[in-house]
């Protein structure tokens, strides 16, 4: 009995993180700090921060000084703690690798627009989900793209191709889309 009590005050003692663990962590945001600082000023006041850590960071980017911006950048660093951590990352990986959501959009999109070009079919389908949809321009859109897609079929590999009507037909199709008309 005596031992687990003395089990149970070990366990105890070690509930909070390590302090390897928390320094990890501190260099981690200092980075993120690092990283808020070099994006244009015109970004940074796009994420989620406080005025008093837009301040440092403005100051931070105007120093030239090796030793002022290390302390400055160790200054906005020690800010940051209490920033949204989390939001501050998901915006930045949105602004370098773009929306998953938004790529996947576009797949869809294109997708879409590739089997309107091989089939009168899937007109039909997008028509019955969307029956507000214009049915003659959209026809108008799929034939002008079909009779560009079986011109630059026949180019010589020297030529470049036309796509001014497959993009066309993409753009109409991401308005019906994303609209709903």
């Known amino acids: 009995m005596h031992t687990d009590q003395t089990d149970q005050d070990d366990n105890d003692f070690y509930d909070r993180p390590s302090k390897s663990q928390v320094k990890r962590e501190l260099h981690a945001i200092l980075d993120l700090g690092k990283q808020v600082i070099e994006l ?4 940074v006041k796009q994420l989620p921060l406080d005025d008093k850590l837009l301040d440092a960071i403005k100051t931070a980017q105007k120093i030239s000084g090796r030793e002022g911006k290390r302390r400055q950048i160790h200054y906005v660093g020690k800010l940051m703690r209490t920033a949204d951590i989390e939001a501050i990352r998901q915006q930045l990986d949105v602004w370098e690798n773009g929306s998953r959501e938004i790529t996947a959009h576009m797949h869809r999109l294109e997708t879409l627009r590739d089997r309107l ?8 389908i997008l028509l019955a989900e969307y029956p507000q949809v214009d049915i003659q321009q959209l026809r108008a859109l799929i034939r002008a793209a079909r009779k560009e897609q079986a011109a630059n079929n026949t180019l010589s590999e020297t030529q ?8 066309a037909l993409f753009q109409a199709l991401k308005s019906i889309l994303l609209t709903g008309e």
């Open 40 to 43: 244009p000023y015109d970004k």
């Open 117 to 124: 070009l091989a089939s009168d079919e899937e007109l039909t």
């Open 160 to 167: 470049e191709p036309q796509k001014k009507h497959y993009r």
